[in-house]
Structure formats: structure tokens, C-alpha cells
């Protein structure tokens, strides 16, 4: 008989997983369409209960999204211009069920080259906050998602939350997405840009693109060029195709490589117009 537990207390969970051979379940919008027609013998943690891992709160120098926190939160919570690339992606993210079930860190720990928060986090600078039993660390985002469905995660370990520093300026963000419909689709190419800005240039620029590596990934290289730029309608023409030399897109049943990488130029084009 499957063993279920469901924790009040972070503690006792963490103990829970010490003992090993647990799934953990959060919003369960990939664990129950993973199992279609299987039946469900998973010995199961449900970490639903640990309020210490649902909502936002802003400390001194970040703010912290629980792991458990919805993506529904998300687009519901008053927070900075900084945070539109992270309520865009929100809103990508499957129906109204899904966003009021699916958790942002479901989405991080199930580390699809496709999923529709990480490019956003990523341009966020985001880092995950991880706990065992006796011990805690927090990781680069970009250092936590390994693979395809591949992460950091070590036995015994759980995410409790995710991280995102306060820019050091004035910053706004934006999120686009292109798939082969407008809604409930897996993404082709999706773009996630933060710009920081003071006296009209650009201090800093994050960017990342998903669905067009085996992981999304930054682009250092253009982040670069676009430092100190005015901020206005000929910043996007400063996007140049080797600027996306960090990108190893594939060619599958929603599109070719070729048209992967033409889409995300374009993409990031139309999301820099957009902030000027």
C-alpha cells in the first residue's frame, strides 16, 4: 500500500524525505498527467500544508516566492514593474485551473526545456532555495536546472523557495511567447528580457530564451552590447543573430532549428521595442 503523508511542519517533512524514497507533491499538474492510465503507487509527500512555503515577501535586499506559491499568486500580487516578465509568463502557463494549481517551483523542478517561468526567472537573476534535514543552501537558477529534466536536486533535499534580487535600478520587464496557437500551447520560442535603467540608458540587461536549448538560457553577449544604450525605439536594432551564439535549437514536430532561432530574434527585437 502507497504511503501518504501531508506535514504541517517543515521540519517533519524534511525528516519524512531523510528516510528516502518519497515524490513530492505540490500543485500535481505533472504528476497526475504522468500517470494517465498507471496506477498511482508512488509513496507521496504532499508539502501543500507547510505555509512556510506559500506566498511573496520582500526582505532588504530580494524578494522570496514560495515554493508552493501559485502561479494564480503570481498574477494576483502587487509587485514592481521588474515582475511583468514573470506575470506574462504566468499567464502562459496552461488554463486557469493550471495557474491556480501549478506552483512555481513544480515548474522549475520539473525542468522542461519549455516551461514557461524559467526564461522569466532566469532574466530575474533567480536563485532557488533549498533544505534538507540539518542543512540549507541556495543556488543560481541557472547553476539548479542541469538538463532536461534534470536538476541539482540531491536525495533528501527540497525546494522551499526562489529568490530574486532588487536591481540595483530603476528595471522593467517584459515576456513574449510564440506557439503554434495563441493559448495552452508548448512553447517554440519564448523570450524574457529585464532592462535596468537610469538617466534613459540601459545600466543592465538580462535576456533569456526557452525552448531553443536543452535548457533556456541567458545571452550574455547581447546583455553586453545593450549596456549604455538609450533606451528607445533603435535599441532593438542592436540585436544582431551571433548574439544568439549561446542558443542549440532543435528541429521537431512545432518547428525547425532555423526557424527556432529566426523566431527568437525577432522576439527579442519586438520585447526590447516594447520597453522603449
Known amino acids: 500500500m502507497p504511503a501518504y503523508a501531508r506535514p504541517t511542519r517543515i521540519e517533519d517533512a524534511l525528516t519524512i524525505l531523510a528516510r528516502g524514497g518519497r515524490t513530492i507533491l505540490a500543485g500535481g499538474t505533472d504528476y497526475y498527467p504522468a500517470r494517465v492510465g498507471k496506477p498511482l503507487d508512488d509513496d507521496v509527500l504532499d508539502v501543500t500544508a507547510l505555509r512556510e512555503l506559500r506566498g511573496i515577501s520582500e526582505h532588504a535586499d530580494h524578494?522570496?516566492?514560495?515554493?508552493?506559491?501559485?502561479?494564480?499568486?503570481?498574477?494576483?500580487?502587487?509587485?514592481?514593474?521588474?515582475?511583468?516578465?514573470?506575470?506574462?509568463?504566468?499567464?502562459?502557463?496552461?488554463?486557469?485551473?493550471?495557474?491556480?494549481?501549478?506552483?512555481?517551483?513544480?515548474?522549475?523542478?520539473?525542468?522542461?526545456?519549455?516551461?514557461?517561468?524559467?526564461?522569466?526567472?532566469?532574466?530575474?537573476?533567480?536563485?532557488?532555495?533549498?533544505?534538507?534535514?540539518?542543512t540549507t543552501r541556495v543556488l543560481p537558477l541557472d547553476r539548479f536546472i542541469l538538463g532536461p529534466r534534470k536538476t541539482a536536486l540531491r536525495a533528501g533535499e527540497l525546494v522551499t523557495g526562489v529568490r530574486v534580487p532588487?536591481?540595483?535600478?530603476?528595471?522593467?520587464?517584459?515576456f513574449l511567447k510564440l506557439g503554434a496557437r495563441r493559448y495552452l500551447v508548448i512553447s517554440i520560442a519564448m523570450v524574457a528580457t529585464v532592462l535596468e535603467v537610469q538617466d534613459g540608458k540601459v545600466r543592465a540587461a538580462r535576456i533569456a530564451v526557452g525552448s531553443c536549448s536543452p535548457v533556456a538560457r541567458r545571452l550574455p553577449a547581447l546583455e553586453q552590447a545593450l549596456n549604455g544604450k538609450p533606451l528607445d525605439r533603435c535599441l532593438s536594432a542592436c540585436v544582431r543573430p551571433e548574439h544568439l551564439a549561446a542558443l542549440s535549437p532543435i528541429d521537431d514536430v512545432r518547428g525547425s532549428a532555423a526557424y527556432r532561432s529566426d523566431a527568437a530574434l525577432t522576439l527579442i527585437r519586438r520585447s526590447l521595442d516594447r520597453l522603449a
Open 166 to 174: 532588487k536591481p540595483k535600478h530603476e528595471a522593467k520587464s517584459d
Open 63 to 134: 524578494w522570496r516566492i514560495g515554493a508552493t506559491t501559485s502561479w494564480t499568486e503570481v498574477i494576483e500580487a502587487t509587485l514592481p514593474p521588474l515582475f511583468d516578465c514573470l506575470k506574462l509568463a504566468a499567464r502562459e502557463v496552461g488554463g486557469l485551473q493550471i495557474q491556480n494549481s501549478g506552483t512555481v517551483a513544480g515548474n522549475v523542478c520539473n525542468a522542461s526545456p519549455a516551461a514557461d517561468g524559467v526564461p522569466a526567472l532566469l532574466a530575474l537573476d533567480a536563485s532557488i532555495e533549498i533544505a534538507s534535514s540539518g
